[in-house]
Structure formats: C-alpha cells, structure tokens
C-alpha cells in the first residue's frame, strides 16, 4: 500500500520541520513525504516537494493543498510539524482498516452530544474515507475546529473514529509544550472563537443570529 504524509509547518523550521522530515528519510523512506510550510521563519524550504504558502493559510487549507500534491495514495497522514517520530510507522498504518478516521486523541465538544471528534495534530485518512468526506473545510481560519467538523463529517459518513495508542507510533506531539504556544493561541484568540461558532451554525447546533 502507498502512504503520504502531509507535514504543515506554522513556525518552527528548523526546530521541528526539519527535524521531522531527516525522521522520515531515516524511519521510512518509502512513505511520499509533501511539507506545506505555512509561513514558517527563515530558512525557507526550496525542496519540490516542500514549498511555501505565500499568505498564511488555515490548518485545513494547508492540508487539502498537500494531499492534493501528494495524489493518490491508499493512505494520508495529515500532522502538525511539532512531531518527534522516533521509529517507522508505516507497517502499522497498512495493518489499518480503510472504513476508520484514525486520530492518537479522542475529545468532545462541552455540553454538546455526541460531540467526539479527533484531534488534528495528526490523522490516518485512507483513500476511502478522504474521497467519501472530502476536502476540510477551508473557511475555518488558522486552525481549531477543522478537524472536529471533518470528524463530524465521517461519522455523518458512515465511518467509525478510532484513538491509536501515539507509542506504539513512535510519536511524540510537543503540542502545548512548544515556547511559542501560549502566545500563538493569545494573538488568534477571535479566531478560535469565530471558528466554534461556524462550527456549531453549521452543524445545526446554533443558530447563525446567536
């Protein structure tokens, strides 16, 4: 089976991004890698198959633009660049089951039923469920709720989300720990906002006046 795997890169290049990507070559050189760098500081990336949005771009946009570079695979992993691989992970993601969205956290939405989705920081999407669900939702802006509403979308879709133990991935997400993370959710706070609102209206479970 083909695997591709989509690295979106929001600061941090030389820190995370490259790091990540000297994984890959090392860990699972078979696996088509497409980094979207979106609007990382210097050094920029000038390999063909990492380029550069010229305007930052929301988390989901990011993502449609790589698989779309990448093409036809069986499987997608879509994942931040704050992400330490420390081992292959392709054997375990041909052991999956193409009518499953795959995550490594499971949550929900507060005081809303039947709300679970997985976190985006990364995502197995097989060829089934991303031609079935299709392209995250693009008007969500920088990043949150794109990947509970594309959860939402496969469950609608008749497909089961499963959490996969992150270790036994050799993953490691820096998440929250990164230095540049308290600031980064203070300066997009209107928009983590503005984006659970959208999700909600558009999920029926508010109304778009409220």
């Known amino acids: 089976m083909s695997i591709a795997a989509v690295i979106v890169g929001i600061n941090g290049w030389k820190e995370y991004t490259q ?7 090392e860990y699972d050189p078979g696996i088509d890698v497409v980094c979207v760098d979106n609007q990382s500081d210097p050094p920029y990336p000038t390999d063909r198959r ?39 992970i392709s054997h375990k993601i041909n052991e999956l089951d193409p009518d499953k969205l795959y995550g490594f956290d499971l949550h929900h ?42 959860s939402w979308r ?11 133990p992150r270790g036994s991935y050799n993953l490691l997400h820096f998440g929250k720990d990164r230095p540049d993370w308290t600031e980064f959710r203070s300066q997009h706070r209107g928009a983590y906002d503005k984006n659970r609102a959208y999700l909600l209206v558009k999920h029926g479970l508010l109304k778009g006046d409220q």
Not at 55 to 82: E, F, P
Not at 116 to 143: C, N, P, R
Request: hydrophobic share 40%.
């Open 50 to 88: 990492t380029f550069r949005c010229d305007t930052r771009c929301g988390y989901g946009d990011a993502i449609n633009q790589g698989i779309q570079t990448a093409g036809k695979h069986d499987w997608y992993l879509v994942m931040n660049n704050d992400i330490e691989l420390s081992g292959s």
């Open 19 to 25: 790091p990540l990507l000297g994984a890959f070559n």
């Open 154 to 164: 496969a469950k609608q879709a008749g497909f089961e989300l499963e959490r996969l």
């Open 109 to 150: 939405i507060h005081n809303v039923p039947d709300s679970d989705y997985l976190q985006g920081w990364a995502l197995i999407i097989s060829h089934k469920v991303w031609s079935t669900v299709g392209l995250f939702d693009e008007k969500f802006e920088v990043t949150w709720f794109d990947d509970v509403d594309y």
